[in-house]
């Protein structure tokens, strides 16, 4: 990591607007902060930083970005983590079963894949997003910044002026997007047609007080990360807040429209829908006794959430001008392979990089070329993430025609899919940014 100092490029630091303070945006910012660079702004539409209080896991190349960044963000993530019990994460077969039988909880094992060291630990979302709001001092963020419009100044050296909904507006040398799979940003850059699209599943998602998952359940099956495959839906069980809760992410198979509100809220479709615990309990109906357990005990009100992801109409490149994407604006994902926050934080690690050491050698003004060099770096690797996302939940819901419900194909499928993921060399991804971004300057 270089310790720049953001004045030495001779003139003034560059601007850097920051969309969005979500976790993409928050590690950005401490990352910049970490390296000296204090020259930004967070904008963020809401009125405070907010995160849900369902689970997020992070896997292995997830903590070595936070390390990365800061190491403050990887103690904050292990301070609120719950360690999994067990060194395997277990995919078992959730939904063949003896009827005759229904109080047997046992599932078979279709495979295991080793987490060892690497960790792949659950939390609560809004816990850890609380102890990345701790390290962004308030002088940085701006709430209540919905950006409208961006333009690029023709005589400005590539100075942004953006516009929020209140009326005010902002100068930039730099913006980065990470107002999420809604992005404003996106579509300002892109059009609408770039909007995320539903992928035709939908996961209720809830948290179970532990006592009550271990008294049906058993400890066994509480107290590790267990993906509970079967035919046209799955799910996902693992414990978070030090093991006081098991979290459920239960997703099923859709093939009608998204329901849209007619009263659409800020930024298109509404991805939350209120559910009951019954539909739930309907959507695994044809589960075995373990997976419809689960369901019977999630609390009797509910939120699904639809899947959407940017499949279908990927943007062709993260970088405009002096603007850029990052985090779910960028890349959003389907959550299958519970990378998607981790991606926006290998994100954060390069721009930060980047960005310190342009500050360093003084190319402040030179902005389109260090974000073409963090595209470059970034863009194959994330939208891997979206195409390889969407194939792994097919897999989970034995739609996947090459490898039907064959546990041993499966196995072998996602543990290659997954590795290519955790075992990511992200001192590698940096120095080739820097490396790349050296040459350009070279080159001139
Ligand atoms: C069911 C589910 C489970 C998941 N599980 C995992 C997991 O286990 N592990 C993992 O790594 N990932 C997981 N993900 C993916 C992860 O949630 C996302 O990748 C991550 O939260 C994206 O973070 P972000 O900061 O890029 O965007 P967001 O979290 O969406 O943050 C965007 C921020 O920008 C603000 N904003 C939006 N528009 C504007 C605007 N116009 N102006 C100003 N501010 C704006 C918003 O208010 C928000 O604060 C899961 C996703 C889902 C749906």
Redesign the pocket.
Known sequence: MRASNPKSDGGRSPRIAI???????QTLAIGLLRRNITSFTL????SA?REIGAG???TDN?ERAMKALDARIHAGFKSVAAQNSDDWFRYVDGFNHNPQNPGDMNEELMFKMYLGERGFEGCRRSDFLQKLVDMVPSEHVRFR???RTVEEQKDGDGVVVMTFEDGSTAEADVVIG?????S?LRQLMFGPSTNAKYSHKF?F?GLIPMSKARAALGEERTAVRVMHLGQDAHALTFPVADGALLNV?AFATDPNPWQTDPEEEE?GTKFVAPATRAEAMRAFAAFGPAVKTIMSLLPEKLDK?A?FDTYDDPVPTYVRGNLCLA???AHASC?HH?????C?IEDSLVLAELLAATAEIGEGSRMTEVLQVYNEVRYERSQWLVQSSRVVGEMYEWQDKECGRDAERIGKEVERRSHLIWDYDVDEMVKTALKLMEGRIKGR
């Open positions: 969309i969005g303070g979500g976790i993409t945006g904008y963020e539409r809401a930083f997020i896991g992070f997830a910044k919905n950006l990470c107002d999420g799979i809604k404003r996961a998602r992410v930024g959430w899947v985090g779910d604006a959550p519970g990378a998607g926050a981790g926006g």
